[in-house]
């Protein structure tokens, strides 16, 4: 029961992200396809803390394969705003990634939210605010 | 007759005189995001028809800011970043989180240098003045390599921006930005925005150098969302 608690609050938060305008920086459109959402579950493998966004790099097993995914966040100050730190994500944390697909089809993805393990989500502050 | 003329000379004598105490806009502020100024005008504005011909085939993919070039004067003011507001003898400047950018307003009366046209720039020159308790300030010399917002509506370099900026309470500025651009537009339109007082001492004003880590320009794909656009000339 607690879990599914924390799992809708994590989902109304994820809501709330919606709802924040992130980028500015450029067309959201231009790079993701709001049509293709997808679910990514992987360990930290790295972080960029850095302008204009944030990239973090996760292991993400795909049968009997690891593969390296890139996902984009918004700027930093921006998610710092958010609640955000440098280290909220550590390089070994397991995480769960709510985002879209990039156009391009490489292994990129915008994040709308991030689980961690323990249930706590962390502020997406992606740049799905612009959809154009 | 003659006491009309009277007070029209004493009018436009008044209206020489600089505001004395001009008010306190000092700060640092939060600005209202704004990726589409049609949203804010409530329609698309008065495009000429080669302005809505840009409109209708804009690729948002080739959005100037997405390389990391500045967004220009306007723009700016309607990212999701803050600013600070310093008033100094004849001078204002606003100093941008955003692309760690600034602008200076000429507050002593100068004109536009004349040849400003000849070395324009993605954020212009500007000249301002006190209307009352209103800060105006003129922007010219604007390249046309910077867009006006993230939705994809352009400009020429013949762009004419008047900013007015007033405050409407101890912490909120009231913005409003008219575009001027007989290339693009058929009449000069503006949006109103509120720029809102940020708490500097619980938030500060942070690093932003946009070609820190840029990589997102390799991931870039051709997208023109406008390419159903009708042009419909406004009526006078």
């Known amino acids: 029961m607690f879990r599914k608690l924390q799992c809708v609050v ?33 360990t930290v493998t790295k972080l960029e803390w850095m302008n204009p966004h944030i990239y973090f790099y996760i292991d993400v097993k795909e049968g009997a394969h690891v593969v390296n995914w890139s996902i984009e966040g918004g700027a930093p100050s921006m998610l710092y705003r958010n609640g955000w730190r440098t280290d909220s994500l550590k390089v070994g944390d397991q995480v769960t990634v709510d985002g879209w ?24 502050a992606s740049s799905g605010g612009d959809t154009r | 007759m003659t006491r009309a003329l009277l007070n029209l000379a004493l009018i436009a004598m008044f209206a020489q005189v600089p505001t004395k105490n001009p008010p306190n806009l000092a700060g640092t502020w939060r600005n209202q995001y704004t990726p589409n100024l049609a949203d804010a005008l409530g329609k698309e504005p008065p495009y000429t028809a080669y302005g809505a011909e840009r409109w209708r085939t804009v690729d948002t993919a080739k959005d100037p800011t997405g390389f990391c070039l500045p967004p220009g004067p306007s723009r700016i003011f309607t990212s999701p970043f803050p600013f600070i507001l310093m008033q100094q003898g004849d001078m204002v400047s606003f100093l941008f989180e955003y692309q760690t950018l600034w602008r200076a307003v000429y507050m002593d009366g100068r ?25 105006v ?7 046309d390599r910077s867009w006006l917002d993230t939705a994809g509506h352009e400009h020429s370099p013949k762009l004419h921006l008047t900013e007015r900026i007033r405050k409407i ?27 809102t007082r940020f708490d500097d001492s619980k938030d500060r004003i942070m690093p932003y150098t946009c070609t820190e880590n840029n990589r997102d320009v390799d991931h870039l794909k051709p997208n023109q969302p406008n390419l159903n656009y009708k042009y419909e000339p406004e009526k006078e």
């Open chain 1, 10 to 42: 994590a989902l109304l938060l994820g809501a709330s992200v919606l709802s924040i305008p992130a980028a500015a920086h450029h067309s959201f459109a231009a790079q993701y396809d709001r049509s293709k959402a997808i679910t990514l579950k992987g």
């Open chain 2, 169 to 195: 309470s101890a912490d909120k500025l009231e913005w409003t930005a008219t575009f001027e651009d007989p290339v693009f537009f058929t009449k000069p339109w503006s949006i109103t925005r509120t720029f």
């Open chain 2, 137 to 143: 300030v003129d922007t010219v010399g604007m390249n």
């Open chain 2, 111 to 135: 004109p536009h240098p004349a040849d400003i046209a000849d070395y324009s720039d993605f954020m212009g020159h500007s000249i301002g003045k006190w209307e009352g308790e209103t800060l």
């Open chain 1, 101 to 124: 697909l990039a156009k391009d089809g490489s292994n990129l993805a915008n994040m709308r939210t991030v689980t961690l393990t323990d249930g706590k989500t962390v502020f997406g």
